[in-house]
C-alpha cells in the first residue's frame, strides 16, 4: 500500500468549502472523484484542513493511500487533465507510510486580502474584500503582538462549531506564531497569520475584530478584553470568505 501525498491549489470561489459533501461540489469530493477513475478503486482524500465555501488556497496538503502501481510524475499529469481548471495539483509524491496531513502538520500560514480604493477591478473581487476605509496600522499593531503566542483564542472560534461540554486535551489554545499587517500596493493591505492550528473562523473572525479596532470603533483595550473574555458574542464580526488564503502547511 502507498501513501501519496498531493500540494493543492485552487479557487473557491464555486466549492462548498474543502469538506465533501452529498449534495455540494467540494474540493475534496472532486478531487477524490478523479483519483477513483484514476486508481480504479475507492479512495478517501485526507487533508491538512477544512476550509470554507469560498476560501482559497494556494498550498493545500492532503494524502491517499492506494495499490495502484502508477507513478506520481503520471498522476499529477492525470489529474490535472480531469480536473475543473479552478483545481490544480501542484505536486504528487509519496511519503512514509505514516505520514498524515493533517496528524503530522506542524503549523499553517494564512493570508487575508484587503482592497481600500474606491473602485475594485473586476476581476480582483473574487480575491480581496473591498474595504472603505484605510486601516490605522498604528491602532491594529497593539494588538497583533497581543495575540502572537499561545493564547485561548475561544472569542474568535465561530460559534457552535464545537462541543464545549466534550473533554479536549487543547480546547481552544493555540499558539500563534506570526500575526502581521502589512501594505503591499498604494491601496491593498494583507493581514498574515502562522500558527500551530486555526478555531474554525479563528482568522475571519480575528479580521473581522482588528479591522473594527483600525476604524477606531473598538479600542487596543477592548480588543485585550475580547481575547480574554472567551466568547464569541465578545468579538466583531466575520470578515468574508472570499479575502482569505491557505497559504502553506509545515511539515
Request: with cysteine.
Amino acid at each position: 500500500m502507498r501513501n501519496i501525498k498531493l500540494t493543492i491549489a485552487y479557487d473557491g470561489t464555486d466549492y462548498s468549502g474543502w469538506q465533501r459533501q452529498k449534495s455540494s461540489l467540494t474540493i475534496q469530493g472532486e478531487i477524490e472523484r478523479r483519483l477513483q477513475l484514476i486508481t480504479n478503486s475507492s479512495v478517501s482524500l485526507y487533508g491538512a484542513g477544512r476550509t470554507d465555501a469560498g476560501v482559497h488556497a494556494r498550498g493545500m496538503v492532503a494524502n491517499f493511500h492506494t495499490e495502484a502501481p502508477i507513478p506520481c510524475p503520471a498522476l499529477l499529469r492525470g489529474l490535472n487533465g480531469l480536473l475543473p481548471q479552478a483545481i490544480r495539483i501542484l505536486d504528487a509524491c509519496e511519503v512514509v507510510h505514516d505520514f498524515h496531513a493533517r496528524y503530522s502538520a506542524k503549523s499553517k500560514t494564512y493570508t487575508y486580502a484587503l482592497f481600500t480604493g474606491p473602485i475594485q477591478f473586476p476581476m480582483h473581487r473574487l480575491y480581496a474584500v473591498q474595504f472603505p476605509h484605510v486601516p490605522h496600522q498604528e491602532r491594529i499593531q497593539p494588538c497583533l503582538e497581543m495575540i502572537r503566542g499561545t493564547h485561548d483564542f475561544a472569542s474568535f472560534e465561530a460559534a457552535g462549531s464545537r462541543d464545549f461540554k466534550a473533554a479536549s486535551v487543547r480546547g481552544a489554545i493555540r499558539t500563534l506564531h506570526e500575526a502581521t499587517f502589512t501594505r503591499t500596493a498604494p491601496e491593498s493591505y494583507q493581514f498574515q497569520f502562522t500558527a500551530d492550528g486555526f478555531l474554525r473562523h479563528m482568522v475571519r473572525n480575528l479580521v473581522g475584530t482588528l479591522l473594527e479596532v483600525g476604524k477606531g470603533r473598538r479600542s487596543v483595550l477592548e480588543f485585550e478584553q475580547i481575547l480574554l473574555a472567551r466568547k464569541r458574542s465578545a468579538a466583531g464580526p466575520t470578515a468574508p470568505a472570499h479575502g482569505l488564503v491557505l497559504e502553506k502547511i509545515f511539515y
